[in-house]
């Protein structure tokens, strides 16, 4: 049971490349989200997908783009890669409304921007 | 503003011993608060969640207590084991009107490292 698959695993980007995040989920859950993850910091939100064809900012969205490609998949795009933007990456998935569901979390990407 | 405050922010305990970690939050209007535990280099698997009118869940050797009055909460781990290192992440969901998404807010975590 694969849960909330997340891809690649690591990678490094020089400032100013473009990359694509990949989240998949297997548990026919409605809501997806993409997190990131500092040290010293609480999981801040980036973007959530309430159902599929939706889609909504969270707490820091600047530099980062969604797609809700169908309702498995979610994915996080990085347009014009910063230093800043260095971080590990998670997705998670929920039945439905968050603040009735727990949510999975996959196991992350971690990405570094030299 | 909406705030959860963990501590201690790390925790050294043997192995066999209990200990206890500790949420305030500041969060309006309160829906929910969950705890997570994520391993190093995962990601965070949700422990308990639970809502204003439960007082205390229990997951296996895992007991949280909620006091919305006094917006606390804490996680009790009883006869740790080496498996229990980990970071403990407290939650709290605000209710979030006229939306699907619910505001989580995100504690820092409290680090835990049972030694055998």
């Known amino acids: 049971n694969a849960g909330v698959t997340q891809t690649p695993k690591f990678q490094v980007l020089k400032t100013g490349q473009s990359m694509t995040l990949q989240c998949a989920q297997d548990m026919n859950h409605n809501s997806m989200y993409w997190y990131r993850q500092d040290p010293g910091m609480g999981l801040r939100l980036i973007y959530y997908?309430?159902?599929?064809?939706?889609?909504d900012k969270g707490e820091v969205p600047n530099g980062y783009n969604v797609s809700r490609l169908n309702k498995r998949e979610f994915s996080l795009r990085l347009e014009s890669a910063a230093p800043s933007q260095t971080s590990v990456y998670f997705c998670?998935?929920?039945?439905?409304?968050?603040?009735?569901?727990?949510?999975?979390f996959g196991d992350g990407t971690r990405l570094s921007i030299l | 503003k909406n705030q959860v405050e963990q501590s201690p922010q790390s925790l050294i305990i043997l192995e066999g011993k209990n200990c206890t970690l500790q949420?305030?939050?500041?969060?309006?209007?309160?829906?929910?608060l969950r705890w997570y535990k994520q391993d190093t280099g995962r990601g965070p698997v949700s422990l308990t969640i639970m809502t204003f009118s439960e007082n205390t869940k229990s997951n296996g050797r895992y007991t949280a207590t909620l006091d919305a009055d006094t917006k606390q909460s804490s996680l009790h781990i009883t006869a740790s084991q080496l498996s229990d290192s980990a970071s403990y992440i407290c939650v709290v969901s605000a209710r979030w009107y006229g939306g699907s998404q619910g505001n989580l807010i995100f504690g820092k975590g409290t680090k835990l490292s049972v030694k055998p």
């Open positions: 997908s309430a159902s599929e064809g939706t889609t």
């Open positions: 949420c305030n939050y500041t969060v309006s209007p309160f829906s929910n």
């Open positions: 998670a998935s929920s039945e439905g409304q968050i603040s009735n569901q727990p949510q999975h």
